[in-house]
């Protein structure tokens, strides 16, 4: 069963997101954890699968370890936390997310150049109602 809790570790989530994103990406999150540290841990019974951050409704950040991808699980998630004009960034070259997203009502509004870092552009999408 897939429930969800409030996150009480940084390094908690630090080592998780390790897990889910290159150490590339999983360095650079340290201040943004920092700041917002309202992240919901998602457990699938016992084990702890991944995690996600929202404020002020801005989807951070959503990640899933990769033995727990491709269940439907991310979908489960978003189909619970979506709210009209949510908005996020995702890397422009990930299809398999970007389409995830548009399934949920989320559109490209424009593209970030360099948004996570040198040559790492971002696509600013925001659900539609």
Known sequence: ???TKKNQSIELLLELEEKI???QFADGWDELIGKVYNAK???Y??????????ENNYLYS???????????????IL???VKPDMTLHVFVNDEKTINLYKKHGFEIVKTEKNFYDKDLDAFYMKKQR
């Open 62 to 76: 959503i990640g899933i370890i990769p033995e727990y991808r491709g269940k439907g699980i991310g979908n489960t």
């Open 1 to 3: 069963m897939l429930t």
């Open 45 to 54: 019974d016992d084990t702890l699968i991944g995690y996600y951050i929202i």
């Open 21 to 23: 994103f290159s150490k």
């Open 79 to 81: 189909e619970q936390i």
């Open 41 to 43: 841990m998602l457990y």
